[in-house]
């Protein structure tokens, strides 16, 4: 061989010595299967280690199982909940073959064919433990029944673990109708109620062996989510999820024989029966109880977790104030009716919350006659309108966004408006035009009167120069829901949904200069394995300081002299604003001081089964209801307790905005003492004017008070000397047009 074939030779061997080595070398395709099968084996080596190491234990008994504590502000006790114990036994032979088969097709259609486990479900479930993701899926019904009789509800690998492990020990050692058995006895259908036998007197009244198959399909769906799931307290998604897991349900029993598709066919979905408060949860503790419960759930302890027992829950409700709210009810309210003689009076539902502005604590709560007689709070229901309570935010959200009327005036608590009744807005694509109370005109009044007298037009006309999707991004930073509530005009007359509850936030709100305040009943709820982070009830400045304290200044005076005047007294400062939705079902009174931010309302509900809002006109012969009336009442009873008497402290206000436009004003005429009939509805919108908000000439005193007759009626009569409280709303923001939510 020559140099040259040397050379060649030597090249060849050194590239194949390069292909084999280095980087290269380290991934041949028999080293990469030899480290997966080594792995393989050391998996499956670390498993059967597992197997052998972790035994079948012993039930993890409900003998252990510890009540929840609930506890007043200073420490004393409020409530001992033992709902989690609701439980009763009952072997499977009484459950229906069909309600059986309905759990297993919602659970684990493979349930009788499998090993007990789930690989995939299990890996998902671990993967989402290590990642943070929260609770696992896809667990077999004897991996459910491992954990919820032998182990405990912790979202840990460990514990992930041993219930793969002991649910294969446990398939091969137990029969599957014994192990159905045992997970229909043990798993949490809400409620309070753990055990099929519970549940079916939970939602249906009836004993487990009287269930039909629809509703074990309704039981089975709600395993999925029970909070979200009960119909009495689900949301409209909550309830369209749940109907289409009943539906689910019932296919899949079709798919495996265990139902006829002529049957399927027939059934319709079961509603629950309204639930009712357990033993022990009487009068105001049951909604305190719950109240605290909810938040739990918002701050991620599940209702699961809660009704595993052995929690400690100290609430923000001061004992005293609390016990004053419930006495100043029975005193202004209670003490008037006659539930069992007066069919309006027996529909009569008063809720309130009461706020510290300087911390968001929720001091007291009133939800109803009882728990136990009335199981919906009404302090948190959010099915009824706040009506004219919010007429505040949209003049905060004016004051905000620096908006100007039609005219071109910087709104302020002096700027002019039109405030003739039916008077259509002018300016918005929605036509609108609603009347005042008892149809009265006002000539020319200011913002800070309109606020006094709850003028309409006034505030109809100052939302379309605000916008309404302004308006309403205000009040959504403010605290109030978004429910129903579309960005249109009439949201002006407190057309959305809220509770007593938000409201109180919202009004915290405005107290605490626009930083924003949320309402927070737990203080602390503490348990061996983990404790709940408090909610934190103040925020940060939603509103400008300026136009908060615009908007208690202008309140200040509905409370003085306007239509909160039954509230005002030499006591304490207080700003406020009353409220009475459409065909007045709802009354309201928010109201604060500069300690304590108290909503009060009246929410007519029919007693037939059912519900349904009705009008509280009427209640206790008084004629037309309305949040001056009996919520004032109740709200001014109180603060005078909860504050010990009286109070020196005043608002710190600063930066008030009175507008551009300079005018002269003039106390409001003294208001009629008489109760103030119901509005006739609104009329047809007329042609809008070509100046609706234009600002008089500076000699005009466009803030004087009207005359006794301060316009004429459309009938040409003299309109009446009394003064408006809160016009109704009218049927529509145009013709034919319904507002929603009626």
């Known amino acids: 061989m020559g140099r040259a074939d040397a050379r060649r030779a030597q090249g060849r061997a050194a590239r194949r010595a390069g292909r084999g080595g280095g980087i290269r070398g380290l991934f041949t395709w028999r080293k990469i299967l030899g480290t997966f099968f080594g792995l393989c084996l050391l998996v499956m080596g670390a498993f059967v280690a597992l197997y052998v190491y972790v035994d079948v234990p012993a039930a993890n008994a409900q003998a252990k199982k510890q009540s929840n504590v609930y506890k007043y502000s200073d ?10 114990a609701n439980r009763e036994i009952v072997d499977l032979a009484v459950v229906p073959k069909g309600v059986q088969h309905a759990f297993v097709a919602a659970e684990n259609k493979s349930f009788y064919r499998d090993q007990g486990v789930d690989l995939k479900g299990t890996a998902r479930g671990l993967f989402n433990t290590l990642s943070g993701k929260g609770k696992q899926g896809g667990s077999t019904i004897t991996q459910q029944y ?8 912790d979202q840990t690998v460990t514990r992930k673990l041993k219930e793969l492990v002991i649910s294969l020990k446990v398939d091969r050692s137990t029969k599957k109708d014994d192990i159905l058995a045992g997970y229909l006895n043990t798993v949490y259908y809400g409620r309070g109620a753990s055990g099929v036998q519970a549940a079916a007197q939970a939602y249906y009244g009836v004993d487990a062996k009287d269930l039909d198959v629809s509703q074990g399909a309704y039981l089975a769906a709600l395993l999925q989510a029970p909070s979200q799931y009960d119909w009495a307290v689900a949301s409209p998604t909550g309830k369209k999820l749940v109907k289409e897991r009943w539906a689910y349900t019932l296919d899949n029993m079709v798919d495996e024989n265990w139902l006829d598709q002529a049957e399927r066919d027939k059934l319709t979905f079961p509603v629950p029966k309204p639930p009712k408060a357990a033993p022990g949860m009487e009068g105001q503790t049951g909604y305190l109880v719950e109240a605290a419960n909810e938040e739990m759930e918002r701050q991620g302890v599940t209702e699961e977790m809660r009704e595993a027992g052995g929690w400690t829950i100290t609430l923000n409700i001061d004992k005293k104030r609390q ?56 302090a ?20 905000e966004n620096e908006s100007v009327t039609q005219g071109g005036d910087r709104i302020g608590l002096n700027t002019v408006y039109d405030g003739t009744s039916k008077r259509p807005v002018v300016g918005s694509d929605t036509p609108f035009a609603p009347q005042n109370e008892d149809d009265i005109s006002y000539d020319s009044p200011t913002v800070q009167r309109a606020m006094d007298k709850s003028i309409n037009s006034v505030f109809a006309q100052m939302v379309v120069d605000v916008t309404p999707s302004a308006v309403k991004k205000t009040a959504l930073a403010m605290g109030v829901p978004d429910k129903n509530f579309p960005e249109r005009p009439a949201i002006t007359l407190g057309t959305m949904n809220a509770s007593t509850w938000d409201m109180a936030g919202v009004y915290a709100t405005l107290d605490n200069h626009g930083k924003k305040v949320t309402p927070t009943i737990v203080k602390s709820a503490e348990h061996r394995d983990r404790a709940m982070e408090p909610v934190d009830g103040i925020g940060g400045q939603v509103i400008s300081r300026g136009s ?24 304490y400062d207080a700003a406020g604003k009353t409220g009475t939705s459409e065909n007045n079902k709802a009354a309201w009174f928010a109201a604060y001081t500069p300690e304590l931010s108290t909503v009060v309302a009246l929410f007519g ?3 037939k089964e059912g519900g349904g809002q009705v009008t509280l006109t009427g209640t ?32 710190d206000l600063e930066g008030v905005e009175r507008g551009e436009t300079t005018v002269t004003e003039s106390p409001s005429v003294t208001p009629s003492d008489t109760e103030e009939p119901s509005p006739t509805p609104s009329a047809e919108p007329e042609t809008p004017s070509e100046t609706p908000s234009a600002t008089p000439s500076d000699e005009t ?18 309109s009446t000397t009394q003064d408006p409280e809160d016009g109704e709303q009218p049927p529509g923001d145009g013709p034919g047009d319904g507002l929603s939510g009626q």
């Open 75 to 84: 420490g004393t006790l409020l409530a001992r909940d033992d709902r989690g």
């Open 146 to 153: 491992v954990k919820n009789y032998y182990l405990t509800q």
């Open 323 to 378: 016990k004053q709210l419930e006495k100043s009810v029975d005193d202004q309210l209670e003490d008037q009716l006659d539930r069992k003689g007066n069919k309006i009076d027996a529909t009569v539902q008063a809720g309130a919350t009461s706020v510290d502005p300087r911390t968001g604590k929720v001091v007291a709560l009133y939800g109803g006659v009882g728990a136990t007689e009335h199981w919906i709070s009404n």
């Open 380 to 399: 948190t229901r959010q099915d009824y309108q706040p009506a004219s309570t919010f007429k505040p935010l949209v003049l905060a959200s004016a004051l």
């Open 548 to 571: 908060a304290d615009t908007v208690t200044h202008a309140l200040t005076e509905v409370v003085d002299i306007g239509s909160g005047r039954e509230a005002d007294t030499t006591a």
């Open 605 to 607: 509900e029919s007693t």
């Open 620 to 651: 206790a012969n008084s004629g037309r209801a309305n949040g001056g009336g009996f919520p004032a009442k109740i709200w001014a009873d109180y603060t005078l307790g909860a504050l010990g008497g009286g109070s020196d402290a005043t608002f």
């Open 701 to 718: 005193t466009p803030s004087a008070p009207p005359s006794q007759e301060p316009s004429v009626t459309p009938s040409g009569e003299p």
